[in-house]
């Protein structure tokens, strides 16, 4: 089955100096502990908080790659650019490898870090026909964002990213952490972005539309959710943000 997924890229940071460290220098970007197991999913925040980028964090023997996606990764790239100051990185797109998916166990392929029902992920050269439309489907099936279209410009933590394995709370500075912090330390997350009918979408909350699928993505308060409607895994997060502290 096809299984490239010609809607993402890969950015390759790469140490141009023996003494270079590509995963020390993104830890102190962005959201999630890229010192820790890979891939993971992380995002790259405005001072405020706010999304900017998402993408998944693969290691590549020295190298760091970022599962991004196409349209936005010469932006991305400008971006890390600004922070590398003078920095001996090489901050280029990869065109030699591709992103693969599949919804059943690959040889060679990891679970999605974000959720296990999202399948299977795999780097590869960028051949075959694309799976695009099937991922897509599937990823919205299951009630997850992903890109600037559909989770634009609003806080991190409000794009479900703590539920989806996004964020470390431990790992120490990062760009917009003292507000995501802060969020979660008072957990004080008011709206959330869910996946929900198109017809019972509400158009001054939506952030992107998929009429071929009949659905929209809303960014909404959380006291106005109705847990039964949601995807198991974002109803147990609101059912324990709902729960009284112990």
């Avoid at 590398?84 to 591709?98: N, V």
Wanted: with cysteine; hydrophobic share 45%; aromatic share 6%.
């Amino acid at each position: 089955m096809a299984s490239h997924l010609a809607q993402r890229a890969l950015v390759r940071i790469a140490p141009l100096d023996p003494g270079e460290d590509a995963a020390g220098f993104l830890q102190g970007l962005v959201t999630n502990d890229v010192k820790g197991p890979l891939p993971c999913y992380a995002g790259l925040l405005t001072p405020q908080g706010k999304h900017l980028f998402d993408f998944l964090v693969w290691a590549d023997g020295a190298d760091i790659l970022l599962d991004c996606e196409a349209a936005e990764a010469e932006a991305l790239i400008k971006r890390l650019m600004v922070y590398r100051l003078r920095r001996r990185l090489g901050i280029t797109r990869e065109e030699r490898l591709g992103v693969h998916w599949s919804p059943e166990p690959h040889p060679g392929a990891v679970p999605d870090p974000r959720l296990a029902a999202l399948g299977w992920r795999w780097l590869g050269p960028p051949s075959g026909a694309s799976a695009d439309a099937a991922w897509h489907a599937h990823r919205l099936a299951h009630g997850v964002p992903e890109g600037r279209a559909e989770m634009g410009d609003i806080l991190w933590l409000e794009t479900n990213a703590a539920e989806l394995n996004g964020v470390s709370f431990t790992k120490g500075c990062y760009v917009g952490q003292e507000n995501t912090a802060r969020m979660n330390w008072r957990q004080k997350v008011n709206r959330r972005l869910v996946v929900v009918p198109l017809a019972a979408s509400d158009p001054t909350r939506r952030k992107a539309a998929w009429p071929e699928l009949g659905l929209a993505i809303d960014h909404l308060k959380v006291e106005t959710l109705d847990p039964a409607s949601l995807p198991a895994w974002q109803r147990a997060a609101l059912i324990r943000a709902g729960s009284p502290p112990a």
